[in-house]
């Protein structure tokens, strides 16, 4: 078996949001039009470190790639990052795996790519002010791929660390804050963030007519938004079947799904206007998959 690895390094290298955001609107327009294989996330808890295993495996065959992200989520992490993961890329002729790809950059870029395009298709304020509750990876990598699409009238930042929030709003040059109240209050757009388990967002606090990325808590009896806010929010997903396995801010609220981004995307869904907003995103493999594609093939291009 000859297997090219492929460092975090060489994947920072050439993978950029301009790329990735389109990519990503097309990965999930094709999965809501169900042209993707792709089961629901197999889950490996690992119960001593209140984390997980994730198993990851999906198929394009319009798009000739198959591959399987393995990815673990360890919450207490404090000298590596939380989230770790590896990618297998298989050759969809023979099936013999060509690639282990680090999946930490591309898990970090895409997740962030996929809010971006969420926003863009469900919020329509010109230049929002954004909120962002969390000051990990995922906030920085938000704040990234939302700045390629939009500017913002002001960015606030809160973390339960509020050294860390102070660290990452001087990063930004954005304003860091004291409470999640305060830093959502009047935002047009607020990303969620955090590995917290309880709600960190109230409905109380939230802008009518708001429209929110709801990012973290993607186990069953974890949720990060207040179950009042997720039954008077436009609920989107960006899977139905995962959303309903996987995701506490959906299960524990009972939360009803108004649609897939993907059919919005593809047209078989309008957006509903004027109406607080909410994305849930669990993270689709197909992502990853097509994520990984588009490194090999820039990749191919610097030989
Ligand atoms: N939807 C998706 O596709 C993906 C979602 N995620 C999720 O996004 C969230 C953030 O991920 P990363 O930024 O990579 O993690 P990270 O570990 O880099 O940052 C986590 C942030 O949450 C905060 N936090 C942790 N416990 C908290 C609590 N109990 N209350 C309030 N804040 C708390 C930390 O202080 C930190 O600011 C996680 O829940 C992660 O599972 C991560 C990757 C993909
Ligand atoms: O899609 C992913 O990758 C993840 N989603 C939820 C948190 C763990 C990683």
């Known amino acids: 078996m ?96 060509e690639m282990l790809m680090d999946g930490e950059v591309i898990t970090t870029m ?25 000051s990990g990876v995922q906030a920085r990598s938000h704040y990234q791929a939302l700045s390629t699409l939009m500017k913002f009238k002001d ?42 388990s309880k709600p960190v967002l109230m409905k109380e606090w939230v802008k009518p007519g708001a429209y929110i990325n709801a990012v973290g808590a993607c186990r069953p009896d974890w949720h990060e938004i207040d179950p009042a806010l997720m039954n008077s929010a436009v609920l989107y997903v960006d899977s139905r079947n995962a959303a309903l396995k996987e995701s506490g801010d959906v299960i524990l609220a009972k939360a009803e799904i108004y649609a897939e981004v993907g059919e919005v995307i593809s047209g078989q869904k309008e957006v509903v206007k004027g109406k607080t907003t909410l994305f849930k995103s669990l993270g689709l493999a197909i992502e990853d998959v097509m994520s990984a594609k588009l490194v090999a093939e820039l990749l191919s291009k610097t030989e």
């Open 2 to 97: 000859n297997v090219k690895l492929v460092s975090a390094a060489e994947v920072k290298n050439v993978l950029t949001f301009k790329d990735l955001i389109p990519l990503m609107e097309n990965a999930l327009k094709k999965f809501s039009e169900k042209k993707i294989e792709q089961p629901v996330r197999t889950v490996i808890p690992v119960r001593e470190s209140n984390g997980f295993l994730g198993i990851m495996p999906a198929y394009s065959s319009q798009d000739q790639a198959l591959a399987a992200k393995l990815v673990t989520f360890f919450p207490h992490n404090t000298d590596v990052p939380t989230h770790n993961a590896v990618i297998v890329v298989f050759n969809t002729s023979t099936g013999v795996p």
């Open 110 to 134: 895409r997740t962030a790519a996929v809010s971006a395009v969420a926003t863009k298709h469900l919020c329509s304020v010109e230049e929002p002010r954004l909120a962002i509750l969390g």
């Open 155 to 196: 960015v606030r930042i809160w973390s339960r660390t509020s050294a860390n929030a102070e660290s990452l709003s001087k990063e930004l040059g954005c304003t860091s804050c004291n409470s999640a109240e305060e830093a959502v209050k009047d935002a047009d757009v607020i990303i969620t963030v955090t590995s917290s």
